[in-house]
C-alpha cells in the first residue's frame, strides 16, 4: 500500500477523535505545539558540534531526531485539517514562490536572503 500524506492525515484525525481530543486543538494550541516540538528537535543539535552531531545521529539516540520531526510533522497535519488547508497544496505553492525568490543564478552556494542577492 502506497504512503500518502492525506492517508497520514486521515490517520492523524482517526486518532484524534477517538480520543475526543478536537476540542483542545484549536489554532493556537496547535501552533503552539508545532514550536514546541521544533524546539524539541532543535534540543537534539543543541551545543554540539558538527562532530559531535554527525556521532549522535549514527547512535541509537538519532531516534530522537526521527521522533521530534514526526511530532512537528503530526502537529502540523492537525492544524491544516483544523484550518482546512491544504498542506501538500499550500507545500508546493510555497516551493514555487521560493523558486522566483531564491533564482539559481543568484542564489545557487549562497546562503543570503532573497533581499539581498
Not at 494550541?29 to 554540539?48: N, P, R, T, Y
Not at 492544524?79 to 539559481?104: M, Q, R
Request: charged share 35%; with cysteine.
Amino acid at each position: 500500500m502506497a504512503k500518502t500524506i492525506e492517508d497520514l492525515q486521515q490517520q492523524v484525525a482517526k486518532f484524534r477523535d477517538e480520543r475526543n481530543w478536537k476540542q483542545f486543538h484549536g489554532p493556537k494550541d496547535l501552533a503552539v505545539s508545532i514550536a514546541i516540538e521544533a524546539a524539541e528537535l532543535m534540543e537534539c543539535f543543541q551545543w554540539k558540534s558538527k562532530e559531535d552531531i554527525e556521532k549522535y545521529l549514527a547512535s541509537e539516540k538519532s531516534k530522537n531526531v526521527q521522533e521530534e520531526m514526526a511530532d512537528v510533522l503530526l502537529y502540523l497535519l492537525n492544524l491544516s485539517d483544523v484550518l482546512g488547508i491544504d498542506i501538500l497544496d499550500a507545500a508546493y505553492e510555497k516551493l514555487a514562490k521560493n523558486a522566483t525568490k531564491y533564482p539559481v543564478e543568484k542564489a545557487k552556494g549562497n546562503a543570503k536572503k532573497y533581499t539581498d542577492l
